[in-house]
């Protein structure tokens, strides 16, 4: 019997470690996870995790060092990938996995998802990967078949990563081989884009894969924090939402070339007369909304709360422990798992 595995390949955002400086979250001379986003659901026979017995992987992020993680865990090629959003901390592996697939494939073009937008805005930084990548575009709510996995499919739902994280996405993957199981992964958000269908759809994931730089709110980095903590982070979110504008919201997502073909989708918030109702702004608020049974939270940093709230970076088990302890406080039956580069999770 074949058995589905999530597997952890990196985990650190873009800068969780700047030069001259130490984090307790990551261990400098230990496994390459900085600005290394990347994640993989593999299919083994008999559920026995070596190369001889993998036999699909789809690898969901490409971050900094996905490329010698991917050289050390098996050395094998990835069968498709999937990308969250245009940032060098997801996507800068994609060069060096495609071009080795397309050299020893006999040229084939190697198979990559991503919403349109996002795949444009990498394609104007990497243009070459036009003539080597096979695109399998990702709409908005739409559930998408992958031909690399038989049975498992992708949805992608918007998220707002800035205005510069164009087509930024959440994907969810629904396994329906011997068990149904769902995993989400958040990519980066700063808040997720989601109507009440999507929000039905993503409700008891088996795994939720959260990027959140912070325990406390700091919307100025386009991320969204775990909490918000005390009276002072509410006020920061208070102040931001109050200035937050639809159409920079909007922007990412419906400003493509050929038009706004997804526009849409988003018609639930152009109806709303508060649109910013409801929309979770912690992850906190998000897990409250869907149930997920385990959550991984991944992209820490603590830089933010270190400096603008005068509260310490934890370690792995001291954030492991504060978020369990702060879930149970908040009534959240979630299990959190801080995961390190290498660990499965049985799907």
């Known amino acids: 019997m074949d058995e589905w595995f999530l597997r952890i390949n990196g985990r650190g955002n873009a800068w969780p470690v700047p030069l001259g400086q130490e984090n307790p979250f990551y261990c400098r001379n230990g496994e390459i996870e900085y600005a290394n986003a990347s994640f993989s659901l593999m299919q083994f026979e008999k559920g026995i995790k070596d190369r001889e017995h993998l036999e699909t992987e789809l690898m969901i992020d490409a971050g900094h060092g996905s490329i010698p993680n991917l050289l050390r865990l098996y050395n094998r090629i990835p069968d498709a990938l999937f990308i969250t959003h245009p940032h060098f901390d997801h996507f800068l592996g994609i060069d060096w996995i495609a071009q080795s697939y397309y050299r020893f494939n006999n040229k084939q073009k190697y198979p990559v998802y991503a919403t349109e937008y996002c795949w444009d805005t990498i394609l104007e930084t990497i243009p070459h990967l036009e003539e080597i990548i096979a695109f399998h575009p990702l709409e908005p709510g739409v559930k998408s078949e992958i031909p690399e996995a038989d049975q498992i499919s992708v949805t992608a739902f918007p998220v707002f990563h800035g205005v510069s994280a164009k087509g930024a996405a959440m994907f969810l993957f ?39 730089n912070n325990r406390f709110p700091y919307p100025r980095s386009n991320h969204w924090s775990m909490t918000t903590g005390n009276n002072q982070g509410k006020e920061s979110l208070i102040n931001f939402m109050n200035n937050l504008k639809l159409e920079v919201v909007l922007e990412p997502h419906t400003g493509l070339p050929s038009g706004n073909r997804y526009s849409g989708y988003f018609k639930y918030l152009k109806d709303q007369s508060d649109w910013k109702e409801g929309i979770p702004f912690t992850v906190f608020d998000f897990i409250e909304r869907i149930h997920p049974k385990t959550v991984l939270p991944v992209h820490y940093s603590g830089l933010e709360d270190e400096k603008y709230y005068n509260k310490s970076v934890l370690n792995n088990l001291e954030m492991q422990n504060w978020l369990n302890n702060s879930a149970q406080q908040f009534g959240l039956s979630t299990n959190f798992v801080i995961a390190e580069i290498g660990d499965f999770f049985s799907t």
Do not use: H, T, W
Request: proline content about 3%.
């Open 174 to 212: 629904e396994v329906e081989k011997e068990k149904y199981s769902k995993v989400l992964f958040s990519g980066d958000v700063l808040f997720p884009l989601l109507n009440e269908q999507a929000y039905e759809e993503l409700q008891n994931v088996d795994y939720c894969i959260v990027d959140s």
